[in-house]
């Protein structure tokens, strides 16, 4: 985390960029993008220097920084920001130059022939394919099963794999791959999970199609109630009492708990620790869920002795 600090206080930018950059909050909320070559590299021994493994985290972090801007101009359509063009313009030729300094710092780390370039063109692709279905999705708003759900998570975040292949590549062993993988496919999912309940109305005055939304839209049916009448914040409260929100946080504790059963036999405690601390913020949600749907329906449940 000092690596990244270090690194954005050095360039020339408006304090509140380098906040909205480095700060200790956003460090915090992007931990996982931070911390994550760190939290993996035990598993490859001794053979990752501490140097490469800091330039490899500042590559890694600004790297996944420009992914998700360019998710959030895919994902609001072609809305200009006129509040403040001129920043806007220097945010993203901030991030544009972060981007190209991040393969700079990566094609410095591996040779052009190096297995890690071919690693990483497989996770861009899965990436834009990702990205390519969900708007497919979002076009014809048809049947979206949970394996449909966790297909396109696992294929949206595959861009942190890369991760995995540097270290591979640093250490020259490809024996943990697999495993991480599979580690990194669960957390992934998992998150999908939060964010698909957090992002809600948000997405859904975007007009993003999620898995939340297939599940609210069907409940709607089946109730015969007319969606098409109804806005954003007419359709959220339906997204707990349809049950919905409690199903994917349980799904998300889900695959909380089958990446620490891959990460803690690997020794990786740091990452185990973020998965359980996740995992218990969905136990949370859904007991507030609970507490607060029992009050609403004793408020609309007549007592016995008015019912008398």
Known sequence: ?????DFVGALFLPEALKEELAGDYILRQHQLY???????????????????????????????RFLLAIDKVLDAGPVADSAAPALSALRLLTYCDLYERSIRALASLFPPTDPYWAGLDACKKQYADSNLREKAFSAARGPFTRESFEALAIDKSAVSHMVVFALSSLAQTPAPVAP??????HLH?????????????????????TYAHAQVEAYLH???IDVQALD??????????????????ELGKEHFSRAVAIARPLGLEELCALLEHQSMRCSFYCDDIAAKLSKAQARVTPSPATVA
């Open 34 to 64: 931070v911390q994550l070559p760190t939290w993996l590299a035990p598993v490859f021994g001794p053979a990752v220097s501490a140097a490469h493994l800091d330039q490899l985290s500042i590559s890694c972090y600004f790297y996944f």
């Open 180 to 185: 991480l993988i599979d580690c990194l496919n």
């Open 1 to 5: 985390m000092r690596a990244i600090t």
């Open 222 to 224: 089946r109730e015969s």
């Open 232 to 249: 954003a914040a007419r359709v959220h409260p339906y997204l707990y009492t349809s049950g919905t929100a409690t199903a994917l946080y």
């Open 189 to 209: 999912v998992a998150l999908q999970c939060m964010d698909d309940v957090e992002d809600f109305r948000t997405d859904w005055e975007q007009g993003q199609y």
